[in-house]
Nanobody
């Protein structure tokens, strides 16, 4: 069994910063990709940033230059540093992990989501 748990959301004023963390644990053999998605009320879930093992980050155009994704592979953890936050960044942020378990089965896992609210 695999668990994906996010932390670090909250309320911040426009222009402020937040750092999200997400740790994957359990029956993990190898992680291929970890990333962040977000969903605002009434909208679809959209990609924010992803980071494949050994590759360069991939960002949504709307967050380029403001958000930075990073991973600590030893801890199976992914981070999202969010700077210059805007009210449009308000959403429920989900962590995503594509990984291979110890039975060599590859699956996608989602966290429960962490709320980010940016006030104007």
């Amino acid at each position: 069994q695999v668990q994906v748990v996010e932390s670090g959301g909250g309320l911040v004023q426009a222009g402020g910063s937040l750092r999200l963390s997400c740790a994957a644990s359990g029956n993990i053999f190898r992680i291929h990709v970890m990333g962040w998605y977000r969903q605002a009320p009434g909208k679809q879930r959209d990609l924010v940033a992803t980071l494949r093992t050994g590759a360069i980050p991939n960002y949504a155009d709307s967050v380029k230059g403001r958000f930075t994704i990073s991973r600590d592979n030893a801890k199976n953890t992914v981070y999202l540093q969010m700077n210059s936050l805007k009210p449009d960044d308000t959403a429920l942020y989900y962590c995503n992990a594509v990984l291979q378990d110890r039975y060599y089965s590859t699956r996608e896992y989602w966290g429960q989501g962490t709320q980010v609210t940016v006030s104007s």
